[in-house]
């Protein structure tokens, strides 16, 4: 492989003053990719060598670098060059079928929508197998839905754990419902909460704001109420002081003592 530069090109690469950090470098990789993509190349691993070898020439055209830096300029290429490639496979994976790009050839396109077809296949194939693996609990492990029983299960006994350990706290006033909520991870991203399905709303209210639980509500309830007795406690002795300044003061009056002035 040459790792010489093209000494006639206008534009050198150098650490301190252009990089693979710059869109315009990122850029010609992009393009260097482009140039000869024959293949469903979905990945920088996955890619024939004599491919990214082309890929590479390409690039290399397009600058000039010291040779003292030469290893660094292709260890850096090849540490980018997986980066865009990701993104243009993702990209061309939104593009229509009936959309005309130059250096997109229609068998690979093919080819492409066939991979990844059959990755999405393969993947749900695996999650499939592994929710009717059985585990320690034994039998078939896909009964509750979108997750296994044995997943269940361990929510079920973080609920057991977290009722037996708030009946034995002292003034504790969690509800049962919440302490499920809180055993199976509250609301996930679907709007969901795990082992109710569509029915959650019959349940549970999703607040937009920030939901605290009823324990927190009660300690900060508990507080307020704390500091309400404690300035009454306080006005009630400011009052019981003002009342003694004055009768000292209503006592020396009668007297006739006449206070010291310092």
């Not at 082992?195 to 300690?219: I, M, P, Q, W």
Request: proline share 3%; aromatic share 10%.
């Amino acid at each position: 492989m040459n790792l010489m530069g093209n000494p006639l090109a206008p534009v050198e690469l150098h650490p301190d003053i252009l990089w693979f950090d710059h869109g315009s470098v990122v850029w010609n990789i992009t393009k260097s990719i482009q140039s000869k993509f024959d293949g469903p190349y979905t990945s920088w691993s996955s890619t024939p060598s004599t491919v990214k070898d082309c890929w590479w020439r390409f690039f290399r055209d397009q600058y000039k670098w010291n040779p003292s830096i030469a290893i660094d300029v292709l260890r850096g290429y090849e540490r980018k060059a997986g980066t865009p490639l990701k993104d243009m496979i993702y990209k061309l994976s939104k593009v229509k079928d009936t959309a005309i790009i130059s250096w997109y050839p229609v068998l690979v396109r093919q080819q492409l929508k066939q991979r990844r077809e059959t990755e999405e296949f393969q993947k749900k194939s695996e999650i499939y197998s592994s929710n009717r693996t059985s585990g320690e609990y034994g039998g078939s492990l896909h009964t509750q839905g979108s997750i296994s029983t044995s997943k269940m299960m361990r929510r079920m006994e973080r609920y057991e754990n977290i009722k037996n350990s708030s009946e034995t706290q002292e003034e504790t006033t969690t509800e049962d419902d919440q302490v499920f909520f809180q055993a199976v991870g509250g609301w996930i991203k679907k709007g969901m909460v795990y082992g109710l399905g569509s029915g959650v709303h019959l349940f549970y209210e999703r607040s937009t704001s920030a939901n605290y639980s009823t324990s927190k509500v009660h300690n900060l309830e508990q507080q307020v109420e704390e500091m309400k007795a404690e300035r009454q406690q306080m006005k009630a002795q400011m009052d019981e002081q003002n009342q003694i300044i004055l009768a000292l003061k209503n006592a020396i009056e009668a007297s006739g003592i006449q206070p010291c002035s310092g």
